[in-house]
């Protein structure tokens, strides 16, 4: 039979060719647009406008006039909090909606979107009352005088000014969640891109935001690819800060174009995360079924933090490999909207050479024990992928140096700790890993040496209020809790003599 998904297309009032400026949704300067193609399908879901300069121009002016006049952050704290928290129970209200609509942009199914809490509505939601609550609390310090004397000393945390935010294809909802919201809380204006792989689902979240009550040009949306929109947008000089999720080619992009302006940036790029799965876990199995499940499940290991790399101790491996591959084969695929489906297709053409390219190069690298190649019959429409493992992986390997981003698991044995922490952080990335191990003291020894954002210890979680980022050249700066903020304020100190001396 047939893939389509043509029936929910039509069932899913798709807003298209839509940009929103200064509180208006217009098609844009020049009427042009991208069509989106379904990546399990390749039928056309929809179009949407490639914003031209004026169009960013426009959307950076009204961020900036609505920043300079203070109708956002200088309103009543009150009424920030109350819109903050009512956007998020809108965003639980719409959660199939949004799922379904992510569905049509990425392919992801429901059954995972619905119940994996990091890639959740609810997840995004969360995000909003988290930050919600920083609303009132940006507060700076009173300091003693340093030089005796009667003067006050003091800080002040302010909204750094105009946002851009980019965001990749993969996870809209938290990723979304992550800069608006502690954009929105700090007294910021934004203008948001989303990627050309993921646009109608961040559109329908943005509508939502201002049906909650936004004030026109607090923020604004601008659709395209990466060229010419996001160029426009992190060369701007009106822009005060690029807030990027995406990969490092990019982010190394943005972090050269920031310096014309000397733009602050924060950047959550890419990974190649480890696993280390010692003798002593509790549960050998459920641990090859976690590695195995985040490169394959939902996303089809299109996700910056999956554990890309198993680092498994000899005594443990072949019973490791051999549960990853049991899993492995239990993955389906097929149409997101069938709640049985479990992983999604490779976003794009591109990406699906890419990928095959690199099993070829692991082929010869090391031991195929799982797919590696891609699915055909019903699935050869779309850009699938078989669950893949390589075993045997010498970890200066190229499929264990480079971030894939498809569902390849390269495992290395090892024999000591040491040796599992160094091949661990021989890597140019640093965004996440995972411990398994039953030894709480080995387990925090371990965690302690990984250079890495984030470490799960037998379990893996993104938590709004935790948070999340990448060590060496998976990024710059962090996402979630006060993070976020300081990562959306400048820090200003004011110094005022209390008297009339000269000081
Ligand atoms: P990408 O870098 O191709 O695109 C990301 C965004 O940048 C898109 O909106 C794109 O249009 C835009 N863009 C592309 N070129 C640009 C340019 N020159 N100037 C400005 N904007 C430009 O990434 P992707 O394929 O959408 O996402 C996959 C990557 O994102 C992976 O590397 C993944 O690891 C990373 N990622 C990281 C995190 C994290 O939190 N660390 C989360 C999700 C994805």
Known sequence: MTLTVQPHREAAGLKTGQLYIDGQWGPGGEGATWTHRHPATGEEVGDFAIATKADVDAAVAAARKAFDSGTWSNSRAGTRIKLLHRYAEKLREHAEELRCLQALDNSVPISFSGSIYATSVEAAADVFDHHAGWVDKLGGQTLPPYQGGDHLAMTFREPIGVVAAILPWNAPFLLYAQKVAPALAAGCTVVLKPS?????????????????????????VVTGPGDPVGEVLITHPDVDKVSFTGSRAVGKRIVEASAGTLKRVSLELGGKSPALVFADAANVGLAAATTIGAVTMGLSGQACVANTRALVQREVYDEFLAAAQGMAAAITYGDPFDPGVLSAPLINERQLDRVLGYIEKGKQEARLVSGGERLGGDLAGGNFVAPTIFADVENSATIAQEEIFGPVLAVVPFDEEDEAVRLANDTEYGLGASVFSADAQRAFRVSRKLRAGTIGVNGF???????????????????GGDSSIEAYTELKSVYMPLTDEMM
Do not use: D
């Open 196 to 220: 050309e792989y993921c646009t109608f689902t961040v559109l329908r979240m943005v509508e939502l935001l201002v049906e909650a009550g936004l004030p026109e040009g607090t923020l604004n």
């Open 461 to 479: 979680q993104i938590e709004p209020h935790l948070p999340f980022g990448g060590f060496k050249e998976s990024g710059l700066g962090r996402e």
